[in-house]
């Protein structure tokens, strides 16, 4: 068939652009992503060989292998893995723009990125750096199980164009070949080679091979050398997951953790154990101390990967960890699991769930050191990944209180940017004071300044600032720790004084009529009208009944198009404040007062706004208060 000529996506073109001309530094990763691509690419093949033997070929030796041509001036990167159709090479080389290339050129167009090369691999477009050191790069495939014929070649010079053409290709596997730059020939060097592999690719399963040229004594004529060529092992192949603690430095413990992380930042925490007894497997387990991009994504992988006796069985096994943990890497290797475990058996596997609950046990346990012994990395975690780890609050009951021990807020007895735990507050915890408080805000500052926190502060009660809307879901979750209640002060009747008891009682005679006024005329609004005994020096505020949804949770559903069902706020009045006074004596002069009307309705809006809602009629709210205003400066 004769060569097609196709176009890069569009996303893919600006990469090529942006390898090509911008980013000059640490070049020689190009090869740890060809060698990374040829791993996975055995792993899959080996992977199927285990329930598909027919299609493979009886491969024996799966290796990887680079082949310097300084004659032809390339560079080549060989697996005998699954290798790829042409419809597939058309894809995954040029036509679909991976989910993380997009955050990568908008990341790269940050300046600090162009000095940080290392991101490529983070973002999944490895092969595309072959650009930084080819003008030309071929990749010759044949897919696993098909003919000689069926072979494919891909073709292209990073300029915004490809071609694929059939050709025929003996084994089953990958070729990728780069034509190197003139002033990138170094690459063809073997002690260079050699360097690259052991600094990046030391750890790959797979033996990285090449063919070396030794002198060696000849056997036909004694004293004489000859040149020989042999296949030589470059990486020590070893399974550190598999060695043991103390013969792996910390330097091992990164890089590894780079190769099944894509994040080239080194992680906060690293937690390597072997379990025996009921269950065998060896873990080698990292906490990130950066969040990937993709982590909120639909697409995000969860699970490290998961290997039976050393064969890789997949990428990431999510059955592996809880879902609230889902920022962690690693592997798993286990020795009673069956080589050709299905996910539907993973699902209801004894062993897989014996493994979830030590690795979570293992994760809390290094997170609750972590806060103990290193705050500020744990801090510098929890800003990270916290929004994620407090899930478990809501979704794993029997973890609730250690989680809830992991937990960090903001309050109002700590300066902006400082936190406290849970078990901090209930020490500070004044006489008297019987639950927890929080509040949910849009930001700090609005917090502090949030009228429904005025009787808290008058008493000397710490209020947690939640920023968070997901907050409120878990505190109802969450509900009490270590024997006290945790409230909203946005809900349900606060009642921080008892002392007030009697004085309130005087008040709730004396406004009786007028608060049964404010209620029929705002009954479609309004649940109920009742005094307050969260508000100072505010005239009125908008609560929600306990165990309804926060404002701001329903702000977002609703932002986020989910209907919620209507839930009526109860309006609460200060009576300490000088305006209900003013009401009432025009109430007595004059029940049917329009004044009293247009007041009531300025009462509500105002308290819509310092819920954070809007007015139903803003125009309508903004002339009454014109209105006033006017009126005033008359008087003036
Ligand atoms: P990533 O490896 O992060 O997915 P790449 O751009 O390096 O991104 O590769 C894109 C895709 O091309 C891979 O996901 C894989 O499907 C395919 N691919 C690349 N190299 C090989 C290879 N040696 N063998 C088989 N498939 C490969």
Redesign the pocket.
């Known amino acids: 068939m004769t060569k097609e000529n196709l176009e890069f996506k569009t996303e893919v073109k600006q990469l090529l652009d942006l390898m090509i001309h911008s980013l000059y530094s640490h070049k020689e990763i190009f090869l740890r992503?060809?060698i990374?691509?040829?791993s996975?690419?055995i792993d899959?093949a080996r992977y199927e060989s285990l329930t598909n033997s027919s299609i493979m070929e009886n491969e024996k030796e799966w290796k990887i292998k680079l082949t310097a041509d300084k004659e032809a001036g390339t560079l080549t990167?060989s697996?005998n893995?699954?290798?790829?159709t042409k419809d597939?090479?058309t894809?995954?080389?040029g036509t679909i723009a991976?989910s993380?290339t997009k955050d990568f050129l908008a990341a790269l167009q940050k300046k600090e990125a162009k000095d940080n090369p290392e991101l490529i691999?983070q973002?999944?477009?490895?092969?595309?750096?072959s650009f930084m050191v080819a003008d030309r790069v071929t990749?010759i495939?044949r897919k696993a199980g098909q003919d000689r014929k069926d072979g494919v070649k891909w073709e292209s010079s990073g300029d915004g164009f490809f071609t694929v053409e059939d050709v025929e290709k003996e084994k089953k596997?990958?070729d990728?070949i780069l034509h190197l730059k003139e002033d990138e020939k170094k690459y063809l060097e073997e002690w260079e080679i050699r360097s690259i592999v052991s600094k990046y690719s030391d750890y790959i399963e797979h033996p990285v091979v090449m063919d070396v040229e030794r002198e060696k004594d000849s056997e036909l004529k004694k004293g004489e050398k000859v040149k020989l060529k042999e296949e030589e092992i470059l990486n020590s192949q070893k399974a550190i997951w598999l060695k043991d603690k103390s013969g792996i430095s910390e330097n091992e413990y990164n890089e590894f953790y780079r190769h099944v992380s894509?994040d080239f930042t080194d992680p906060a925490r690293v937690i390597h154990f072997k379990a025996e007894g009921t269950s065998e497997f060896s873990a080698l387990i990292y906490i990130p101390s950066r969040a990937p991009h993709d982590i909120y994504y639909k697409d995000y992988r969860i699970g490290p990967r998961l290997y039976v006796k050393r064969v890789q069985i997949m990428d990431h096994c999510e059955e592996l960890i809880p879902v609230y943990l889902r920022f962690i890497k690693g592997v798993v290797d286990s020795s009673d699991l069956p080589l050709n475990i299905s996910r539907e058996m993973l699902q209801s596997d004894r062993q897989i769930d014996i493994i979830n609950k030590n690795i979570t046990k293992k994760v809390l346990d290094t997170l609750e050191d972590m806060k103990k012994n290193e705050y500020d990395k744990y801090l510098s975690f929890y800003k990270e990944f916290g929004r994620i780890l407090k899930e478990g609050i809501h979704f794993d009951f029997s973890r609730k209180e250690k989680l809830a021990d992991l937990l960090l807020f903001e309050s109002t007895k700590k300066s902006p940017g400082e936190y406290t735990t849970l078990q901090d507050y209930v020490d500070r915890m004044p006489e008297g004071q019987e639950a927890i408080y929080y509040i949910i805000a849009g930001s700090r500052e609005e917090a502090a300044g949030s009228p429904y926190i005025e009787k808290f502060r008058e008493k000397g009660y710490e209020v947690l600032i939640m920023l968070d809307e997901v907050d409120d879901v878990i505190m109802n979750s969450l509900n009490e720790y270590k024997g006290k209640k945790i409230k909203s002060v946005v809900k349900g009747d606060i009642k921080l004084d008892e002392s007030e008891k009697a004085e309130k009682k005087k008040a709730e005679k004396k406004f009786k009529e007028l608060i049964e006024l404010i209620r029929f005329q705002l009954k479609d609004e309004v649940k109920d009208v009742r005094l307050s005994g969260r508000l100072k020096d505010t005239a009125c505020c908008l609560v929600a009944e306990e165990g309804a949804m926060d404002p701001h949770m329903e702000k977002l559903l609703q932002s986020m198009g989910q209907s919620i069902p209507e839930n009526k706020r109860i309006l609460e009045i200060n009576p300490g404040h000088p305006l209900f006074e003013a009401m009432q004596a025009v109430f007595e002069k004059e029940p049917k007062s329009l004044m009293l009307e247009e007041y009531i309705k300025l009462l509500y809006d105002q308290a819509l706004l310092l819920e954070g809602s809007k007015p139903k009629d803003p125009a309508a709210f903004a002339g009454a208060v014109t209105k006033l205003m006017v009126k005033e400066a008359q008087k003036a």
């Open positions: 992503e060809l990374s691509n040829a996975d690419a899959k990167v697996d893995g699954i290798g790829m597939e090479i894809k995954a080389l991976h993380g691999g973002f999944g477009v490895g092969f595309y750096s990749v495939s596997g990958t990728v894509h």
